[in-house]
């Protein structure tokens, strides 16, 4: 078990930047990979960007050359900067960790609680 809680999330102008952050503890096994994904009022989840524990980075077209994602294997904290924030990017964000489940075979996904990401025009 994976709890993970997060932070940074508000509304903020066209243009502006905000960080997200995202602390997980618990059964937390080396090998994993953390992110972010999105999710727009009456529209799928989607996947922002993420970031394996050997900082390998992926993102979505979307978001490339404007976000940045990071993180701290000292912390368990992963990292979300956003610039140039777009009324498009507005959205539930939800934390991501995955890795490996009850077998040596399976995967298996934790989710943080979604934060509230809202940019103005």
């Known amino acids: 078990q994976v709890q993970l809680v997060e932070s940074g999330g508000g509304l903020v102008q066209a243009g502006g930047s905000l960080r997200l952050s995202c602390a997980a503890s618990g059964n937390i096994f080396s090998i994993n990979t953390m992110g972010w994904y999105r999710q727009a009022s009456g529209k799928q989840r989607d996947l922002v960007a993420t970031?394996?524990?050997?900082?390998?980075?992926n993102y979505a077209d979307s978001v490339k050359g404007r976000f940045t994602i990071s993180r701290d294997n000292a912390k368990n904290t992963v990292y979300l900067q956003m610039n140039s924030l777009k009324s498009e990017d507005t959205a539930v964000y939800f934390c991501n960790h995955k890795q490996q489940g009850g077998t040596w075979s399976s995967v298996v996904d934790y989710w943080g609680q979604g934060t509230q990401v809202t940019v103005s025009s």
């Open positions: 970031i394996t524990n050997t900082g390998y980075p």
